[in-house]
């Protein structure tokens, strides 16, 4: 019995020194070693009741603090003109290791559990941080109104990018990289025309670096390289522990009285790895100033549609006539009747009389004359010109073509269906 009791207080006094913050804020751990310290007392061992020290035990409430996140409704954002690229990854890296640092155990473990961040505000509180750094870049590319100075701010972030792998912060060099890669951005044609082939080569290298195939491979092995501070792409490695606790039972036995030591294993080497960054600070002197003003600017809130909509604002897209046309004319006769053009008109809201389109009053409408009369409405209507649209989410299983831009569609694709026989497939390509 006593040998047994020498054990259990010194398995305890270990764990309390070694992880202080996990017996601090659950109260689930405390309560075993309380009642472990009262019957040590009741049995006579004082000696051995002082080394479960709970006043040794420092307070870590203040990770648990959040500060409150209010969705601000803005079209503005702060802009960094006066920051070089270096300065800026410096201080997105100093607010993201902080942030990772309120990480606790248990919040993996949650994770883990439940796979998501349901009741888990501070992991949660990170991974919007990382969508938010996303966002804010698309908007600051997007805030400029010449495609010359929005290819200037692509530049500038893809330095910001380059500047965040010399840091070894592959966290956010992911949110960078895929705030640039997001359809916001990728679809601005004559704003990519401006951004030069060494930053475009540079952009791609960094791509392949981050990319997920073959399971982060490439990543992998440049963060396996690393030494010193470096900030691990937290969505990979969370990846891997739902998949060691999915693939490995917890028992070695049907009885369910050996633990699985392979699986406790594999799981505490991904934990440890974690622990130990949380443990290595970034060299960075942060400016308080300049981390509130950042601040400020990452919590201006955009949905993602109000972005792609400014997008659209600044390089709208190209209306594809021929398509148009085709689905008019549903005979293929390369004319549009009056049947065939009041068939479809209501999906399209600012669509004229047929006689408007029909200039020659031939009682039909030729492709010419519909292209005419779509180039002069489109550019009255301030690039509006457009389908009346009911979308319902698709998911598509194999590469499809869009039909009116003939591009492949991307993860947003939509499908556009209507009362009459006709099905469109529109995409934010176009």
């Known amino acids: 019995m006593t040998n047994n009791l020498v054990i259990k207080v010194t398995e305890k006094r270990y764990w309390m020194s070694e992880f202080p913050a996990e017996f601090d804020l659950n109260p689930e751990l405390v309560e075993p070693i309380r009642c472990l310290k009262e019957l040590l007392v009741q049995n006579g061992d004082v000696r051995r009741s002082l080394l479960i020290d709970f006043d040794s035990v420092p307070s870590y409430e203040w990770k648990r603090q959040l500060t409150s996140s ?21 201080h997105l890296t100093y607010m993201e290791y902080k942030s990772f640092c309120k990480i606790l155990f248990q919040d993996y473990h949650s994770f883990v559990m439940q ?62 990289v895929g ?65 060691v606790h999915v693939a490995l039972p917890d028992w070695a036995d049907q009885e369910k009285t050996r633990v699985n030591l392979i699986k406790t294993q594999q799981l505490y080497t991904i934990l440890q790895e974690l622990a130990m960054i949380q443990a290595t600070p970034p060299k960075i002197d942060a400016n308080p100033d300049l981390l509130n003003l950042l601040i400020v600017s990452l919590d201006q809130y955009h949905t993602e549609e109000e972005i792609y909509q400014l997008s659209l604002q600044r390089e709208p897209r ?35 009389k047929f ?20 180039a002069k409405a489109n550019s009255m209507l301030n690039c509006k010109m457009g389908f009346v649209h009911t979308f319902s989410a698709t998911s598509c299983f194999k590469p499809t073509v869009c039909q009116h831009c003939s591009g492949i569609v991307s993860m947003r694709t939509h499908t556009h269906t209507h009362t009459h026989t006709h099905t469109f497939l529109i995409c ?3």
């Open 70 to 90: 209010v969705q601000k409704k803005s079209k503005t954002s702060l802009l960094f003109d006066h920051l070089d690229s270096s300065t800026l990854a410096e």
């Open 115 to 176: 796979g998501c961040t349901v009741d888990n505000p501070i992991l949660e509180r990170f991974i919007t941080l990382f969508n938010r750094v996303s966002q804010w870049i698309q908007m600051m590319v997007l805030s400029k109104p010449t495609a010359q100075q929005r290819a200037t701010v692509i530049g500038e972030f893809i330095k910001v990018a380059q500047r965040l792998l010399e840091l070894q912060n592959f966290n956010t060099l992911m949110a960078v």
């Open 179 to 243: 705030g640039l890669s997001n359809s916001s951005i990728s679809r601005l044609k004559e704003t990519q025309a401006f951004v030069s082939s060494d930053a475009r080569k540079e952009f791609e290298k960094l791509i392949e670096l981050i990319t997920s195939s073959a399971n982060y491979s490439h990543y992998r092995q440049r963060f396996s390289e690393c030494t010193g501070f470096r900030f691990p792409i937290l969505g990979v490695h969370l990846k891997d522990l739902i998949a």
């Open 318 to 352: 190209s209306l594809k006539l021929s398509s148009v046309f085709k689905n008019f004319d549903t005979d293929g006769d390369d004319y549009i009747t009056q049947e065939e053009f009041e068939s479809i008109r209501s999906n399209f809201p600012y669509l004229s």
């Open 355 to 374: 006689d408007d389109l029909d200039h020659n009053q031939d009682g039909r409408i030729s492709r010419e004359e519909m292209i005419e009369y779509f």
């Open 428 to 430: 934010q390509l176009c």
